[in-house]
T-cell receptor
Framework: DTEVTQTPKHLVMGMTNKKSLKCEQH?????MYWYKQKAKKPPELMFV???????INESVPSRFSPECPNSSLLNLHLHALQPEDSALYLC?????????????FGDGTRLSIL | EDQVTQSPEALRLQEGESSSLNCSYT??????LFWYRQDPGKGPEFLFT???AGEEKEKERLKATLTKKESFLHITAPKPEDSATYLC?????????????FGKGTKLTVNP
């Protein structure tokens, strides 16, 4: 069983739609991450939350809006996306942001922008 | 600039044919090197963490080693189910913040 759960698994949306990606971790971790992964490329960091506070924003466009309602949940709100935003969006968690403990990933949401 | 380079980009092996994947890095402030396995359409699955030169970790047919400039993932007598993309990532400190820097991965195919 995956201990980091992402929903939905697949999402198709138009450029004018608003949607949200959800992530839940059951590991008791205090840091959560959003990554974007294009085909045949490595994951690229987007955001880091540490103890429910945004710690890193890797210059991500404002059409991506993260939210961390509590230490177990992480959302990514999407609005007015572009076709180039089509990718696999991965959520990860780790014991703490500045810890050397590994990050554990969910299976991602495959996002397609029409 | 922190860089992680994996080689080869792709590797085809026959079942039982042992080999090694390489991850070389040029980083300042290394705080751990991580190996992940990623199957198509899935998220990366954590395999190993290595912290210091000389360290080795093993799990089933996989063995990871670390030197001051590179890491190797040795695969002994691989099976078709070992087919996946193997990602190497290093944890670095950049401008007061910390992040994982990933290599581009090695796609391993093991033929029966």
């Amino acid at each position: 069983d995956t201990e980091v759960t992402q929903t939905p698994k697949h999402l198709v949306m138009g450029m004018t739609n608003k949607k949200s990606l959800k992530c839940e971790q059951h590991l008791g971790h205090n840091a959560m991450y959003w990554y974007k992964q294009k085909a045949k490329k490595p994951p690229e960091l987007m955001f880091v939350y540490s103890y429910e506070k945004l710690s890193i924003n890797e210059s991500v466009p404002s059409r991506f809006s993260p939210e961390c309602p509590n230490s177990s949940l992480l959302n990514l709100h999407l609005h007015a996306l572009q076709p180039e935003d089509s990718a696999l969006y991965l959520c990860a968690s780790s014991q703490a942001w500045r810890s050397v403990q590994p990050q554990h990933f969910g299976d991602g949401t495959r996002l397609s922008i029409l | 600039e922190d860089q992680v380079t994996q080689s080869p980009e792709a590797l085809r092996l026959q079942e039982g044919e042992s080999s090694s994947l390489n991850c070389s890095y040029t980083v300042s402030g290394l705080r751990g090197l991580f190996w992940y396995r990623q199957d198509p359409g899935k998220g990366p699955e954590f395999l190993f963490t290595l912290y210091s030169a000389g360290e080795e970790k093993e799990k089933e047919r996989l063995k990871a080693t670390l030197t001051k400039k590179e890491s190797f993932l040795h695969i002994t007598a691989p099976k078709p189910e070992d087919s996946a993309t193997y990602l190497c990532a290093v944890r670095v400190t950049q401008g007061g913040s910390e992040k994982l820097v990933f290599g581009k991965g090695t796609k391993l195919t093991v033929n029966p």
